[in-house]
């Protein structure tokens, strides 16, 4: 039997995380001032999340009903704003103390 290509597998959340970083960045300039903070966010973010390990975004799509689709959104809009601050919390924190 050969090995399976896990690298097909996934978490849902990864791609739409990162999209919602992208767009939110512009309000947070604090934050967004550098990719490794932003790279930070979106771990924070993904972490508030449950995950949702996929194979093929279209498969996920199909077995959700509308309201745990909106559900899902809502859920990563929150986690990407509670990231924003928490990281920029951080960084004020860090400033404050050099």
């Not at 809009?77 to 509670?82: L, S, W």
């Given at each position: 039997m050969a090995?399976?290509?896990f690298s097909q597998i996934y978490n849902h959340h990864e791609r739409e995380v990162f999209a919602a970083v992208?767009?939110?960045?512009?309000?947070?300039?604090?934050?967004?001032?550098?990719q490794d903070?932003?790279?930070d966010?979106?771990?924070?973010?993904?972490n508030r999340l449950p995950p949702r390990y996929i194979?093929?975004?279209?498969d996920f799509s199909f077995y959700l009903t509308?309201?745990?689709?909106l559900e899902i959104d809502q859920g990563i809009?929150?986690?990407?704003?509670?990231a924003f601050n928490f990281v920029g919390?951080?960084?004020?924190?860090?400033?404050?103390?050099?």
């Open positions: 090995n399976p290509d992208m767009d939110a960045a512009a309000d947070y300039p604090d934050v967004a001032i550098s903070l932003l790279l966010v979106a771990c924070v973010a993904l194979r093929h975004a279209v509308e309201h745990e689709r809009i929150d986690a990407v704003a509670y919390a951080r960084v004020a924190m860090r400033n404050k103390t050099s």
